[in-house]
């Protein structure tokens, strides 16, 4: 087997998505972060205005600051979302959450939402950040993937009405 193999074909139970576009604007972002914070740092000599001085430990503990706004604006690619058969797995900017599929009762993409949603059966709405209109088709596969998982599930586990199988006296 040679290093270089062609990706497999995903398989139609699972759905893996993150947001393409947003990952490549943050990491661009923060590389010209961590590039303007260095020649900053770099061109500001060392010297000694007053009271105060500028040395070597400032120009270390400013590309430091650099290195954690750059590790912030990096944090804003984190989401993800990935399920299964089993149930979703949807990670955002600052939370994440596993679901069932118990749990789910539609999957959102609307014409003018930036990303999708999922109407859960208890009446709230869990945003799927991943899933971002501006990653096109790439989201479009993505939420129709889910759909047919949760769409799977529920052909699966249709439970029968009481009232149906008991006609009122």
């Known amino acids: 087997m040679s290093a270089r193999q062609a990706p497999q074909p995903a398989n139609s139970s699972t759905v893996t998505a993150v947001p393409r576009l947003v990952r490549m604007v943050v990491a661009a972002v923060a590389l010209a972060i961590v590039v303007v914070t260095a020649v900053i740092v770099l061109r500001l000599p060392s010297s000694s205005v007053g009271v105060v001085a500028f040395g070597p430990v400032d120009q270390v503990a400013m590309f430091g ?9 990096l944090w804003l690619g984190r989401p ?44 709230d709405e869990l945003s799927v950040v991943a899933l971002q209109a501006w990653d096109g088709q790439r989201t479009l596969t993505a939420v129709r993937g889910l759909r047919s998982l949760l769409a799977a599930h529920q052909a699966a586990n249709v439970k029968p009405r009481e009232d149906l199988l008991y006609p009122p006296d």
């Open 80 to 123: 993800r979302v990935d399920a299964n058969e089993h149930g979703i797995r949807v990670r955002n900017i600052a939370t994440g959450q596993e679901l069932s599929w118990f749990e789910v009762a539609a999957v959102r993409f609307e014409e003018k939402s930036s990303w999708a949603t999922l109407s859960l059966r208890n009446g």
């Open 65 to 73: 600051l650099g290195l954690l706004v750059a590790a912030a604006v």
